[in-house]
């Protein structure tokens, strides 16, 4: 009988421990990561069933790294583990993709009931893959196993950086993408180099949608960018 996996990423390491090896004891296949820049390529090695997210993270906006991981997968559930008390952060964490959340401090007992729930609403591995290859993104049609933007104007062939930074800059549409988050989700480092290449990908994907005045990639400098879309 194959285990559930759960993909648990929880910085504090105490409790961490605790729980990876808890939920283990418990029949789960676990994969603890402390540094949410790990995630996104922890979710394509590890396919988990469901995701435990700390919403605060070093480095790292846990709201930010939930509209990822539901860009990538839209259908996976993700519990948030939260500290924050007020109702304004929970509705946050339900706006960025979240599907149920646990206030610490918490019972091992109830995490685990919330993950038996998550899995049974939410189905098996295979269903928690996003089936979406196509978008809609103004006048344009993009399409992820391609790696094309498609439009009137004919086809624009991407490269695998292309789509990677597009495929997040989507996931966070009309809100702010965060320059490290996506730094660190696509090439893992926020170097100087890095950043200067992220530059580069940039301006090339504004050229892309330079026909279509609704799509907009705005910098918002020190912050990150808003990617506009109808």
């Known amino acids: 009988m194959r285990k559930n996996k759960v993909l648990y990423i929880e910085d504090e390491l105490s409790l961490g421990r605790i729980v990876h090896d808890t939920l ?24 988990p069933d469901i995701c435990v997210l700390d919403i605060m993270l070093p480095g790292i906006d846990g709201y930010s790294l939930c509209r990822t991981i539901k860009g990538l997968y839209n259908n996976l559930p993700v519990i948030f583990l939260t500290a924050k008390t007020e109702t304004t ?4 964490g339900f706006e960025a993709g979240g599907t149920d959340y646990i206030r610490k401090p918490f019972s091992i007992e109830e995490l685990i009931a919330r993950i038996e729930n998550q899995i049974i609403l939410y189905g098996n591995k295979e269903e928690n893959k996003s089936t979406q290859t196509i978008f809609n993104i103004g006048s344009f049609v993009f399409d992820t196993v391609r790696f094309e933007l498609q439009s009137s104007s004919g ?3 991407l490269s695998n950086r292309d789509m990677q930074v597009l495929r997040i800059l989507y996931a966070n549409r009309n809100s702010v993408t965060s320059r490290k988050d996506l730094l660190m989700a696509v090439w893992g480092d926020d170097s100087y180099f890095n950043s200067r290449t992220l530059d580069v990908y940039v301006r090339k994907l504004r050229r892309f949608f330079a026909t279509d005045p609704a799509v907009k990639i705005i910098t918002l400098k020190s912050n990150g960018y808003l990617f506009l879309t109808p």
């Open 89 to 92: 952060d929970l509705v946050k």
């Open 24 to 47: 283990e004891k418990q029949g789960y296949e676990v994969r603890w990561e402390c540094d949410g820049a790990k995630v996104i390529s922890a979710l394509k090695t590890f396919e």
């Open 155 to 157: 086809i624009i062939k």
